[in-house]
């Protein structure tokens, strides 16, 4: 699968797997095509040429049910800032299609998971960045999604608040699926089961976090 | 249909909390009702006709201001992303943001109703045309949302946007003034476009199909552009 815009190939000819219940974390400088990769993987984009599919669906031909199964939260950590946070919450529990009767139990549960209960009536615009994150994440994770799909997300936080997301995201794999992208090497050693890495768009290989106990040789030797 | 309704809260939501909706409506009413009084005092006529003159002008000015957030905003703060990545068509977003601030602005009008009213009480107006005007405003509020959202869907810059629509219906209100310097048949093409020669024919009481046409056919078009436009990534 590649992305082009015009003349400038964001993604060329990518070939990649992801398994079911894995962390999988994709490792590469800024502008190596993370970012691209997550966004057409969650419909935000669509492929210049070559086919993405998820489940056996694919993204662009069976969109809606793609979206259905993913909860994501982008880089810049987009939220409605004139919203509460419970508010915010319902808001993208309706629109996920959550059915009616299962909305206040998906928001408390979340809530909890989240630790989000001292805010949850505040406005969003109200919240420090390690709230406005934690909310991000409960929107994504409102409808109980097969697959997590989290763009850079310990970007901007504290010591405490990256150690706190990292062990969410290995205590929420096992049963879903979670992509991420970082270019932090610790980060990929500590959270994911498997990494690709890529660089100017292209793709230089996958490894098993398991099976490769030196991360930043590997990491050198192909770049 | 349930994803409408609930951008549609969610969009009817923002604009009742937003102050620009309580500004944008204070002024228009404002100097409508400065308008109507000076009229009716002037003219001693029981008629709506030049107030809704007035709404079409002041509508024009006003609405690409409650407009251009639309898409502009949500662009800028990236929450176009949330969105665009939630399972909903491209089509419930744009149509939640046309019905919302379609509501918001009919709203404004009915304001005006005040005046209708105030004729029926003390005077004996011809309720014909003053139906007629307040279809023809509902058409021209369908058409301006419309146009202001495209123009919202083009840039992220909310100023640009308002100029974008402002200038896009100033355009087409002086199609007439423009038509008279071109060949045939540009001239009756662009005769076709302006947006005075269906209005006023309905505010005076006369409703033509091909006048209503006008207003839903742009509307439409101007809807399935932006449509176009959320769905080109």
């Given at each position: 699968?590649?992305?082009?815009?015009?003349?400038?190939?964001?993604?060329?000819?990518?070939?990649?797997?992801?398994?079911?219940?894995?962390?999988?974390?994709?490792?590469?400088?800024?502008?190596?095509?993370?970012?691209?990769?997550?966004?057409?993987l969650?419909?935000?984009?669509?492929?210049?040429?070559?086919?993405?599919?998820?489940?056996?669906?694919?993204?662009?031909?069976?969109?809606?049910?793609?979206?259905?199964?993913?909860?994501?939260?982008?880089e810049?950590?987009?939220?409605?800032?004139?919203?509460?946070?419970?508010?915010?919450?319902?808001?993208?529990?309706?629109?996920?299609?959550?059915?009616?009767?299962?909305?206040?139990?998906?928001?408390?549960?979340?809530?909890?998971?989240?630790?989000?209960?001292?805010?949850?009536?505040?406005?969003?615009?109200?919240?420090?960045?390690?709230?406005?994150?934690?909310?991000?994440?409960a929107?994504?994770?409102?409808?109980?999604?097969?697959i997590?799909?989290?763009?850079?997300?310990?970007?901007?936080?504290?010591?405490?608040?990256?150690?706190?997301?990292r062990?969410?995201?290995?205590?929420?794999?096992?049963?879903?699926?979670?992509?991420?992208?970082?270019?932090?090497?610790?980060?990929?050693?500590?959270?994911?089961?498997?990494?690709?890495?890529?660089?100017?768009?292209?793709?230089?290989?996958?490894?098993?976090?398991?099976?490769?106990?030196?991360?930043?040789?590997?990491?050198?030797?192909?770049? | 249909?349930?994803?409408?309704?609930?951008?549609?809260?969610?969009?009817?939501?923002?604009?009742?909390?937003?102050?620009?909706?309580?500004?944008?409506?204070?002024?228009?009413?404002?100097?409508?009702?400065?308008?109507?009084?000076?009229?009716?005092?002037?003219?001693?006529?029981?008629?709506?006709?030049?107030?809704?003159?007035?709404?079409?002008?002041?509508?024009?000015?006003?609405?690409?201001?409650?407009?251009?957030?639309?898409?502009?905003?949500?662009?800028?703060?990236?929450?176009?992303?949330?969105?665009?990545t939630a399972?909903?068509?491209?089509?419930a977003?744009?149509?939640?943001?046309?019905?919302?601030?379609?509501?918001?602005?009919?709203?404004?009008?009915?304001?005006?109703?005040?005046?209708?009213?105030?004729?029926?009480?003390?005077?004996?107006?011809?309720?014909?045309?003053?139906?007629?005007?307040?279809?023809?405003?509902?058409?021209?509020?369908?058409l301006?949302?419309?146009?202001?959202?495209?123009?919202?869907?083009?840039?992220?810059?909310?100023?640009?946007?308002?100029?974008?629509?402002?200038?896009?219906?100033?355009?087409?209100?002086?199609?007439?003034?423009?038509?008279y310097?071109?060949?045939?048949?540009?001239?009756?093409?662009?005769?076709?476009?302006?947006?005075?020669?269906?209005?006023?024919?309905?505010?005076?009481?006369?409703?033509?199909?091909?006048?209503?046409?006008y207003f839903?056919?742009?509307?439409?078009?101007?809807?399935?552009?932006?449509?176009?436009r959320?769905?080109?990534?």
């Amino acid at each position: 699968m590649s992305k082009r815009y015009q003349s400038h190939v964001a993604l060329d000819r990518l070939d990649l797997d992801i398994h079911q219940g894995e962390v999988f974390c994709l490792l590469g400088p800024n502008g190596s095509g993370k970012t691209t990769f997550i966004r057409l993987l969650t419909g935000y984009l669509t492929p210049s040429s070559g086919r993405l599919t998820v489940a056996g669906r694919d993204v662009t031909a069976d969109g809606l049910a793609v979206k259905r199964m993913i909860g994501y939260v982008p880089e810049s950590v987009p939220l409605y800032g004139h919203m509460r946070v419970e508010e915010f919450l319902r808001f993208m529990a309706r629109l996920r299609a959550l059915p009616h009767a299962a909305i206040d139990g998906a928001v408390k549960r979340v809530v909890e998971l989240l630790s989000l209960e001292a805010v949850v009536r505040k406005p969003i615009r109200a919240l420090s960045r390690g709230y406005r994150q934690r909310t991000a994440l409960a929107q994504a994770l409102v409808h109980d999604p097969e697959i997590l799909v989290l763009d850079e997300p310990t970007n901007g936080l504290d010591p405490r608040q990256i150690i706190e997301t990292r062990a969410l995201i290995r205590s929420l794999s096992g049963h879903r699926t979670i992509l991420m992208s970082s270019h932090i090497l610790s980060e990929v050693e500590k959270t994911a089961h498997r990494t690709a890495l890529l660089l100017n768009g292209k793709l230089l290989g996958v490894r098993a976090i398991a099976e490769t106990p030196d991360l930043e040789a590997w990491f050198l030797s192909v770049t | 249909m349930r994803s409408l309704v609930v951008l549609f809260r969610k969009e009817l939501h923002a604009s009742f909390t937003s102050p620009i909706g309580y500004t944008v409506a204070t002024v228009f009413l404002l100097v409508l009702g400065y308008t109507f009084s000076l009229t009716l005092f002037a003219t001693k006529v029981a008629n709506l006709t030049y107030i809704f003159h007035q709404i079409y002008v002041l509508s024009i000015l006003l609405v690409p201001v409650l407009t251009m957030r639309a898409f502009a905003e949500e662009r800028r703060s990236d929450t176009l992303e949330l969105l665009l990545t939630a399972p909903v068509p491209e089509v419930a977003i744009v149509m939640a943001k046309f019905l919302a601030a379609l509501a918001l602005v009919l709203g404004m009008f009915l304001g005006s109703l005040a005046y209708a009213v105030i004729l029926g009480l003390f005077g004996d107006p011809d309720w014909g045309p003053i139906y007629s005007g307040y279809l023809a405003l509902t058409l021209h509020a369908g058409l301006l949302v419309s146009v202001g959202l495209l123009m919202s869907s083009l840039t992220e810059n909310q100023v640009v946007a308002a100029a974008l629509s402002l200038g896009t219906m100033l355009m087409l209100w002086f199609a007439d003034a423009v038509a008279y310097l071109l060949p045939q048949p540009l001239e009756v093409f662009v005769l076709n476009l302006s947006l005075i020669g269906h209005f006023r024919p309905m505010v005076s009481g006369s409703v033509f199909l091909s006048d209503i046409a006008y207003f839903i056919t742009l509307s439409l078009l101007a809807l399935f552009l932006t449509t176009r436009r959320l769905s080109e990534r």
